[in-house]
Structure formats: structure tokens, C-alpha cells
């Protein structure tokens, strides 16, 4: 598909790299012209985990019993040695082994 | 003075990117495609949640689809170039702008930590940004060579790169129920709106949810 269709793919790539800067450049051109409050401040600083857990919770639903290990794997080894990669590697190899499990 | 005070971010930098490289590469991106995306794009979380939502073909609604992922996903950044203009302040404007496409969380953390203790040399988020984006952009290669390698993604566990390495993130962000709303509504709608909508609508409805939610944490 992406190679049927470079300048889609262009197209996208572009558009997203534009959305990205415009945020990036956006918050710095706008205040002074608008002010922000504690609430609003709060639904932003919220937005990361919630964008992560909506992204993590249907997988985990989706993926059964050998995704709930897998994530479960990476969350354990994350709260233990506080490392992003061992946490992934720990995923993966679980996730790797339920598979060859037959899950 | 700024590249070097990001060395401590560059492992988890890399980590990250090689998952990235390792999905694009699942996706039958080429590894120019791969580049192309993570050097233009450059936002990591942005990147890999538009790649697992990536469209079968591009029409102007799949892309619109992606510009809004994007959007939303990094909507946190209106806020944090916003934090920027006193650290700018007298800086003219060709130089400005330019510096803020490399603008990042960890640059950013550290370019206040370096404003708060007296600092107040421009180039310091600069130098951070350049040698984070050097080190993001490399280091897919890796990630994708070893993605492209792996016949069937399941066999290895490489399906689920995205969510092992999305818990992993959450877990410093937990910090307390009262103070996780935010996350706590927006895994509740997504698996609520993908049970009911399918699609991508449950990333929608999962951030908006958290968003609106986010209103209620504990400062």
C-alpha cells in the first residue's frame, strides 16, 4: 500500500509533521492572548496518561489472557528496576512464551 | 552545555525509538519511509499511536484521522512551548521558532531546571533538542533492521511492543487514584467505546473522556 502510493503516504507524513510543529510553536504564539487556569491546566497535564491507557486498555481486552501477561510483565519489571527497556524486553519475552505456549 | 545535560534521557530515548523503528517495520514501512516520518514528525507517542492506527489506504479522511491523533496527542504542547516565552524573552523570532521545532519533554524539564538556576543562554534548549533528535533519528535504523527481520510478529512477542512499553510509561505517571482520573476514565471509555463502535473511536472517546476527567485530580 505505502509503496503503491507515495505521495499519500507524502501527503501524511507532511500534514502530521505540520500538526506537530504548529503544537509545538502554537502555546508560545498564543499566551499573552489567552490565559490558563488550574482547571484547564489540569485536564492537560492529565492527557498523556489518558491518551496511554486508552491506547494500553483495549489491547489488553483484545490481545486476551497472553496480552494481560505480557503488559502485566512490563508493568511489574517497570514498578521494580524503574528501566523502560528492561520493562519492554520482560513484555516481549512473555508475550513471546505464551505464544509458544499455545495462548 | 545543553547536549550534554540530556546524556542521562538518551538510553530511554533509544529504547524508545528502536520500538518505534521495530513497528514501522511491521507496518511495511521502508527504512526511508521510517526516517522520513520519525525526523519530520518527531514525536514519539504521536508516532507510534498513529502507526497502530496506520490506514490500510491514505485518502483525505484516514489522513485527517492521523492529523487528529496527532493533534490530540501532543496537545499537551500548547502548554509546554507556552512555558517557553519567558526563557525567550528578547529572542527575535527567526531564531525562535526554528528552536522550538526540537522542543521535547526532556530538553524542555531541563531548560527550566537551568532558567530557575540563573541560566540564560537561548542556545541551551537548542543544544539538548539537536542532540536528542540525532539520537531519536539514528537509532530507529536498529529497531527497524530487527523488526524487518521477524517473520510472524506474534512469534516473538513484537506485537505487543506498543502496550509493554505504554504500561511501562504509566507507571511513573501513577500517582495516586486521586490524581489519576485522567487515565483511570480514559481506559474505561476506550474499552467502553471499542466494545460498542469498534474502529478507532475508542481513542477518541478514551482521550476526551480522560481529558474532561483530568478536571477532577487532586493538584
Not at chain 1, 490558563?36 to 494500553?56: E, K, N, Q, S
Amino acid at each position: 500500500m505505502i509503496e503503491k502510493d507515495p505521495l499519500g503516504f507524502l501527503t501524511a507524513i507532511a500534514a502530521m509533521a505540520i500538526v506537530v510543529y504548529l503544537m509545538r510553536a502554537g502555546g508560545y504564539w498564543l499566551i499573552g492572548r489567552v490565559t490558563i487556569g488550574p482547571r484547564l491546566r489540569r485536564m492537560f497535564d492529565a492527557l498523556p496518561g489518558a491518551i496511554i491507557a486508552a491506547t494500553v486498555a483495549p489491547a489488553m481486552l483484545q490481545g486476551g489472557l497472553r496480552a494481560v501477561l505480557a503488559v502485566g510483565a512490563a508493568a511489574a519489571v517497570m514498578i521494580v528496576l524503574r528501566n523502560d527497556f528492561a520493562a519492554v524486553v520482560a513484555g516481549v519475552a512473555v508475550a513471546a512464551g505464551a505464544f509458544a505456549l499455545g495462548m | 552545555m545543553g547536549a550534554m545535560s540530556v546524556l542521562p534521557f538518551l538510553p530511554g530515548i533509544a529504547a524508545f525509538s528502536m520500538a518505534y523503528g521495530t513497528v514501522a517495520a511491521r507496518q511495511g514501512f521502508s527504512l526511508a519511509d521510517t526516517l522520513v516520518m520519525t525526523g519530520t514528525v518527531y514525536a514519539g507517542l504521536a508516532q507510534m499511536i498513529a502507526l497502530e492506527n496506520w490506514p490500510r489506504e491514505f485518502t483525505a479522511a484516514s489522513i485527517l484521522v492521523l492529523v487528529a491523533i496527532v493533534a490530540l496527542v501532543n496537545l499537551r504542547y500548547l502548554l509546554i512551548g507556552a512555558t517557553m516565552r519567558s526563557f525567550f524573552a528578547g529572542e527575535p523570532a527567526h531564531k525562535v521558532y526554528p528552536t522550538l521545532f526540537l522542543l521535547s519533554e526532556p530538553n524542555w524539564l531541563l531548560t527550566l531546571r537551568y532558567q530557575a538556576n540563573g541560566g540564560r543562554d537561548p542556545a541551551y534548549l537548542l543544544g539538548g533538542g539537536v542532540a536528542i533528535w540525532i539520537v531519536w533519528v539514528v537509532t530507529a535504523i536498529p529497531g527497524y533492521l530487527a523488526g524487518a527481520a521477524v517473520g510472524d510478529p506474534q512469534r516473538f512477542g513484537l506485537d505487543l511492543v506498543v502496550p509493554a512499553f505504554f504500561a511501562a510509561m504509566l507507571v511513573p505517571l501513577w500517582r495516586g487514584p486521586r490524581r489519576s482520573f485522567g487515565w483511570i476514565a480514559g481506559a474505561a471509555a476506550a474499552v467502553a467505546a471499542q466494545q460498542l463502535l469498534g474502529g478507532f473511536w475508542y481513542l477518541i472517546f478514551g482521550v476526551v473522556a480522560g481529558f474532561l476527567a483530568g478536571a477532577f485530580n487532586d493538584d
